[in-house]
C-alpha cells in the first residue's frame, strides 16, 4: 500500500498550477479555464465508466488516477478544497444514501 494520497496531489496540482512551467500539463490546463478542464474531466469519466465495464482491472486502475487527478484540477481552478468535500462526504454518512437524497433541495 501506498502512502501517497489525494490532499499529497491536490498540494501537487497547486504548486504545477502556479508554476507557469510550459511543460507542466497541469500548468496548461490550469492556463485554459475551467470550460477546458471540465470537458476533459468529463472525458475522464467516460473513459473510467468504459474501463469499468471492460475486463482490464489495469485500464481500470489508470483510467481512475486520471480521473481523479482531472477532478482535483477542476476542484483547485474553481477554488474548492479536497477537504471541503470530504467533509461533505463524512457529513453523509450518518444516513443512508435514500436519506441524504431525499434531503436535497428539489429532489
Known amino acids: 500500500m501506498t502512502d501517497f494520497t ?7 496540482v497547486a504548486a504545477r498550477a502556479a ?3 510550459e511543460s507542466s500539463w497541469t500548468a496548461k490546463l490550469v492556463g485554459k479555464g475551467i470550460e477546458k478542464a471540465s470537458k476533459k474531466l468529463g472525458e475522464e ?9 471492460g475486463q482490464d ?6 483510467e ?9 484540477v477542476v476542484l483547485h481552478i474553481r477554488g474548492v478544497a479536497l ?9 453523509r454518512t450518518g444516513r443512508t444514501g435514500i436519506e441524504e437524497k431525499a434531503s436535497r433541495p428539489g429532489e
Not at 45 to 53: M, S
Not at 57 to 62: H, I, N
Not at 64 to 72: K, Q
Not at 83 to 91: Q, Y
Open 6 to 12: 489525494l490532499a499529497d496531489l491536490e498540494t501537487i
Open 64 to 72: 481512475t488516477a486520471d480521473l481523479l487527478y482531472h477532478l482535483l
Open 45 to 53: 469519466a467516460v473513459e473510467t465508466v468504459i474501463a469499468a465495464i
Open 83 to 91: 477537504d471541503e468535500v470530504l467533509a461533505e462526504l463524512e457529513s
Open 19 to 21: 508554476s507557469g512551467d
Open 57 to 62: 482491472r489495469g485500464q481500470l486502475v489508470g
